[in-house]
């Protein structure tokens, strides 16, 4: 009995770290630091063991493909954002562009003048026309712009800041998110210092844009494993 009991229980003495093994602890070792970081396709190349009379202690060369793809709510917040700078502009367009009010001001400003000697009525009736049109311009655009700005699903408001109308203070609802930031950092030890240095040398890199449409790369790498009550762990 006890002949036949040996082999198996040599084979279940192997202390060699396997593939899962080494995915397992990339995961915590990476994924922990950035929830967006997947780790696939793991490859286990070769086991080494430097000390003959330590074998909880191995250097493993491996391959595996590191990817990270933002989503949920940073995205859906990011893409409200952005949309809200477009109706900004929008609106800036609306407000320069002129009305009938305005047309009918370049009229008057490139009216004739009075002559040298017309009167002080005279000069004080222009100015009072002037200061009108002037104010119709105000308005009108202040108009349009309230008027636009009640479409755009709560992004924009108009504040009393500057006075009453037609004083015009635009206010911005959405702000631009913050990145997660768990997920920013040029270690060579985090997934995102993994995939900045080697997306650096196939090209331009713009990290948030990347992270967002979602990127992978193919990483090989060399790293000595520990057995723990925990099982392997990378040191």
């Known amino acids: 009995m006890i002949a036949f009991l040996l082999p198996a229980f040599l084979l279940g003495c192997s202390s060699k770290p396997s593939s899962s093994d080494v995915k397992e602890a990339l995961s915590k070792q990476l ?13 286990l190349d070769e086991v080494i063991q430097p000390e003959l009379s330590n074998s909880n202690k191995v250097v493993v060369k491996y391959s595996y493909e590191l990817g990270v793809k933002v989503d949920g709510g940073y995205v859906d917040d ?5 949309k809200s700078q477009e109706v900004k502009k929008q609106i800036g367009e609306l407000y ?16 004739e003048r009075l002559p040298s000697n017309a009167s002080n009525e005279e000069y004080e009736a222009e100015e009072v ?15 349009r ?8 699903d709560g992004m924009f ?10 004083a015009i203070k635009l206010i911005e609802k ?16 985090t997934p995102f210092g993994l995939l900045h240095s080697t997306l ?25 494993m520990l057995k723990t009550d925990a099982g392997w762990t990378f040191r």
């Open 129 to 143: 026309e002037s200061r009108r049109l002037e104010r119709l311009v105000e308005f009108e655009r202040y108009e």
């Open 200 to 224: 650096r040398r196939e090209g331009p890199v713009n990290a948030v844009n990347q992270y967002i449409n979602g990127v992978s790369v193919k990483i090989a790498a060399e790293g000595v």
């Open 31 to 43: 994924v922990s630091q950035c929830k967006f970081a997947k780790i696939s396709d793991v490859n």
């Open 157 to 166: 408001a108009l504040g009393d800041d500057f006075g009453p109308p037609p």
């Open 78 to 82: 990011l893409r409200r954002w952005e």
């Open 96 to 111: 320069d562009k002129p009305g009938e009010s305005k047309v009918l001001l370049d009229k008057w400003i490139h009216r």
């Open 174 to 189: 959405i702000k631009e998110p913050d990145f997660p930031t768990e997920c920013i950092d040029y270690s060579q030890s």
């Open 145 to 152: 712009v309230k008027k636009f700005v009640g479409s755009t």
